[in-house]
């Protein structure tokens, strides 16, 4: 029997539980018109980079959605016990995941009226009578950011995501990496806009992410906006400059840095070690939750990123869409590549699920086709 190898979880400043990043204080407007950069103190244009300069408003609202979403998030988890709920696929799902959707549909549908929300979450968990509480509190903390929900209006909004697939059309995670949340660990709020199939805009935030891994005392909290052909950027999740970000050129494959989920059920181990053994890589995976990983790769603190599916799953197991999509315009805008495993782009036309790709390689983008071409010798 293979041995799981050793795996570096990150020891990241600021991170233990009950210890949470200070988010900045967003500044109530009594009227509201426009983006969300008009209701909250948050400047989308500061220091942008001027060459991007398409969907503008598009960015505007992505960007005022997932940091209020953030927000919300770690208002949740600033609670000394928030519920879980278990959904019928038997994973978790808090309030703060379904407060976020309810959050960014409203924000979205607000802006962009005619365009679809596919989201991970539905309000059918909290329209069970016995779960009444559970929606009065997710309408709670949603009033802050919101003052005119109620409960309906809550429901409405959460349902909102559940549209189908359009030629242009949203694709929301409200909560990446719900364990990870619910442990005090990383998380992310994902969001891409997606048009002919064509990933247009992709904007992460992630509360619990340190703007570098390896700085001391860095400031805790980011958000990753990428839009097509405009390159990626990232900055504080308190507000500040954005910053263009690259990824690392690898030459030597040897010396890649692999980053994988702490979840071990994501991705088929022992294939991985398979292909790291392959490809004689060197270093020890770091493990993180959630898509956050895209954002890594993609401003050079790691290399490589796979979902092998597992074994027993591998002919029917597909990826969501909401999963992949923010992060893998955030990685390909900043140099890297993101395809299936046998090298395919992946197929954001069809459904929720990517029904026609077979599991996920990200990579910095100077590896890929090696990779891809192991992956092949292996029979992976």
Same mark, same amino acid.
């Given at each position: 029997?293979?041995? *799981? @190898?050793?795996?570096?979880?990150?020891?990241?400043?600021?991170?233990?539980?009950?210890?949470?990043?200070?988010? !900045?204080?967003?500044?109530?407007?009594?009227?509201?018109?426009?983006?969300?950069?008009?209701?909250?103190?948050?400047?989308?244009?500061?220091?942008?980079? #001027?060459?991007?300069?398409?969907?503008?408003?598009?960015?505007?609202?992505?960007?005022?959605?997932?940091?209020?979403?953030?927000?919300?998030?770690?208002?949740?988890?600033?609670?000394?016990?928030?519920?879980? /709920?278990?959904?019928?696929?038997?994973?978790?799902?808090?309030?703060?995941?379904?407060? @976020? #959707?309810? %959050?960014?549909?409203?924000? %979205?549908?607000?802006?962009?009226?005619?365009?679809?929300?596919?989201? *991970? *979450?539905?309000?059918?968990?909290? #329209?069970?009578?016995?779960?009444?509480?559970?929606?009065?509190?997710?309408?709670?903390?949603?009033?802050?950011?919101?003052?005119?929900?109620?409960?309906?209006?809550?429901?409405? +909004?959460?349902?909102?995501?559940?549209?189908?697939?359009?030629?242009?059309? +949203?694709?929301?995670?409200?909560?990446?990496? &719900?364990?990870?949340?619910?442990?005090?660990?990383?998380?992310?709020?994902?969001?891409? !806009?997606?048009?002919?199939?064509?990933?247009?805009?992709?904007?992460?935030?992630?509360?619990? %992410?340190?703007?570098?891994?390896?700085? /001391?005392?860095?400031?805790?909290?980011?958000?990753?906006?990428?839009?097509?052909?405009?390159?990626?950027?990232?900055?504080?999740?308190?507000?500040?400059?954005?910053?263009?970000?690259?990824?690392?050129?690898?030459?030597?494959? &040897?010396?890649?840095?692999?980053?994988?989920? /702490?979840?071990?059920?994501?991705?088929?181990?022992?294939?991985?070690?398979? /292909?790291?053994?392959?490809? $004689?890589?060197?270093?020890?995976?770091? @493990?993180?939750?959630?898509?956050?990983?895209?954002?890594?790769?993609?401003?050079?603190?790691?290399? =490589?990123?796979?979902?092998?599916? !597992?074994?027993?799953?591998? @002919?029917?197991?597909?990826?969501?869409? +909401?999963?992949?999509?923010?992060?893998?315009?955030?990685?390909?805008?900043?140099?890297?590549?993101?395809?299936? =495993?046998?090298?395919?782009?992946? $197929?954001?036309?069809?459904?929720?699920?990517?029904?026609?790709?077979?599991?996920?390689?990200?990579?910095?983008?100077?590896?890929?086709?090696?990779?891809?071409?192991?992956?092949? *010798?292996?029979?992976?």
């Amino acid at each position: 029997m293979a041995t *799981e @190898a050793p795996r570096t979880a990150i020891a990241l400043p600021g991170l233990r539980v009950g210890q949470r990043a200070t988010l !900045l204080r967003w500044r109530w407007e009594d009227s509201y018109a426009g983006s969300g950069c008009q209701r909250y103190n948050v400047d989308c244009r500061q220091n942008q980079d #001027q060459s991007i300069v398409n969907y503008e408003k598009e960015q505007q609202v992505a960007l005022a959605a997932v940091v209020m979403a953030a927000q919300l998030c770690q208002n949740v988890r600033r609670q000394p016990d928030f519920s879980t /709920l278990t959904k019928a696929d038997r994973s978790p799902v808090t309030l703060a995941d379904l407060g @976020a #959707q309810a %959050l960014v549909c409203q924000h %979205l549908l607000a802006a962009f009226p005619q365009d679809p929300i596919v989201g *991970e *979450e539905s309000a059918d968990i909290l #329209q069970k009578p016995e779960n009444a509480s559970l929606l009065r509190d997710v309408t709670d903390f949603v009033k802050p950011f919101l003052p005119q929900a109620t409960a309906t209006a809550v429901i409405d +909004w959460i349902n909102g995501g559940n549209a189908q697939l359009g030629p242009r059309y +949203w694709t929301l995670d409200p909560i990446d990496g &719900t364990k990870g949340f619910i442990r005090g660990d990383q998380y992310a709020i994902a969001l891409a !806009l997606i048009e002919e199939g064509q990933i247009k805009l992709g904007a992460i935030a992630a509360p619990a %992410l340190p703007m570098a891994l390896n700085q /001391l005392n860095p400031e805790i909290g980011v958000v990753f906006m990428a839009v097509a052909g405009g390159g990626s950027q990232i900055r504080p999740l308190s507000g500040g400059a954005f910053q263009r970000i690259q990824t690392r050129p690898v030459t030597d494959i &040897t010396q890649v840095q692999p980053i994988e989920s /702490l979840e071990s059920t994501h991705s088929d181990r022992p294939r991985q070690q398979a /292909l790291a053994a392959h490809l $004689d890589i060197q270093r020890t995976p770091v @493990a993180l939750d959630s898509l956050a990983k895209y954002g890594i790769i993609a401003r050079g603190e790691a290399d =490589l990123f796979l979902r092998i599916p !597992l074994a027993q799953y591998a @002919a029917n197991y597909r990826e969501n869409i +909401w999963d992949h999509a923010a992060g893998a315009i955030v990685l390909a805008e900043a140099g890297g590549q993101v395809t299936d =495993l046998d090298g395919k782009p992946l $197929d954001f036309t069809i459904g929720p699920k990517l029904s026609q790709n077979r599991g996920i390689v990200a990579t910095c983008g100077s590896i890929h086709q090696q990779v891809i071409a192991a992956l092949a *010798e292996l029979g992976i």
